[in-house]
């Protein structure tokens, strides 16, 4: 999975893990570098899906929550800011969630 530059990994234990560019913080792990190896998304575990689109990445953890972070220029990290976010953060008011997609500066969630 991954987005325009950068790569995602999602392990069995639900840990995340990425890599490539973080200019707008895709990375997720607090930084706005590259990295060439993977290294783990900060602060999220028991994610079941990922979903990237544009320079933003979507996390849905097993609890029905979605957590994001990267570019939020046009809004879509969801989180009322159009601020990058270079850690993820959870999207108010979206839980009960069963499916999420990413897609050019916007994301989607499906509710249970």
Do not use: F, K
Request: charged share 10%; hydrophobic share 35%; proline share 4%.
């Amino acid at each position: 999975m991954g987005n325009s530059h950068t790569g995602y990994a999602l392990r069995p234990e639900g840990t995340l893990w990425a890599w490539g560019d973080s200019e707008d913080g895709q990375l997720g792990n607090g930084g706005t570098g590259y990295s060439a190896v993977p290294v783990q998304v900060s602060g999220l575990s028991e994610v079941t899906a990922i979903a990237a689109g544009g320079d933003t990445c979507y996390a849905l953890r097993r609890d029905g929550t979605v957590w994001v972070w990267g570019s939020g220029t046009s809004g879509e990290l969801g989180t009322g800011s159009t601020a990058d976010a270079s850690v993820p953060a959870s999207i108010p008011g979206l839980t009960n969630v069963s499916a999420i997609a990413g897609g050019s500066e916007t994301g989607y969630a499906v509710a249970r």
